[in-house]
């Protein structure tokens, strides 16, 4: 199988790309961490489309993982339009244009998974990360509309919602919030920050054969944040 993994010179997508049993071919910005891989692209979202595009069609993908994603804590009133036009570029248009370029064959063979990493912050709504929150909401509703559309072709497409989650970009995001790590774990049921491998095994399930009945869906993947402390 053919895996395309993004955001896979790091953090999650690192550990996704590591643990899958596959090709991958892994799309990052920084090309030290993707010589790793034998399959890479160095691509940046902002120049790189046509790129990326022809990278993912020459390479008859089978399995897309859209992980690649850009964070902001910023208040709503103090956000310029190049930060919200950034971070929705990143965090929605991308993933749906990857989509766009790997249904074509997905349909040809008549299989598929796709699978979108998006955030708790999606779901619940997160103060001070509010153009964060609403690409990672649309990241859903994309899910879920595209799940409708492609049911009949044996693809199927989900999204996992971390919470917080034990990376270099997960502590960097606690370094911009107003709280320190030791008041943010209070607030999780758990008491802890997910690891990434708990991520990359949820993805390991959702593109298994056991997982063919499940699409559609938005998996809360958080600790329990999801539901209250």
Do not use: H
């Amino acid at each position: 199988m053919n895996i395309l993994v993004t955001g896979a010179s790091r953090g999650i997508g690192e550990c996704i790309a590591k643990n899958l049993d596959g090709t991958i071919f892994a799309v990052g910005r920084n090309e030290e961490k993707l010589k790793q891989y034998e399959n890479y692209l160095v691509c940046d979202f902002e120049q790189d489309i046509d790129k990326l595009g022809e990278y993912i069609t020459s390479n008859n993908i089978d399995i897309v993982i859209n992980n690649a994603g850009e964070y902001i804590y910023k208040e709503a009133d103090k956000m310029d339009m190049p930060e919200i036009e950034r971070i929705i570029r990143v965090n929605l248009e991308i993933p749906m244009y990857i989509i766009s370029k790997t249904l074509p064959y997905m349909k040809q063979q008549q299989w598929g998974r796709i699978v979108n990493i998006g955030s708790i912050s999606g779901v619940m709504g997160e103060a001070g990360a509010s153009i964060y929150s609403a690409s990672k909401s649309g990241l859903i509703g994309m899910t879920k509309a595209i799940a409708l559309e492609v049911a009949q072709d044996n693809i199927t497409i989900n999204t996992i919602n971390p919470g917080w989650v034990d990376t270099d970009l997960g502590l960097g995001s606690v370094e911009d919030s107003d709280f320190s790590k030791e008041e943010i774990v209070e607030c999780i049921p758990q008491r802890r920050f997910v690891a990434p491998i708990e991520i990359a095994n949820m993805v390991k399930y959702l593109i298994s054969n056991e997982a063919k009945g499940v699409t559609g869906q938005s998996i809360n993947l958080c600790a329990g944040l999801s539901v209250g402390y």
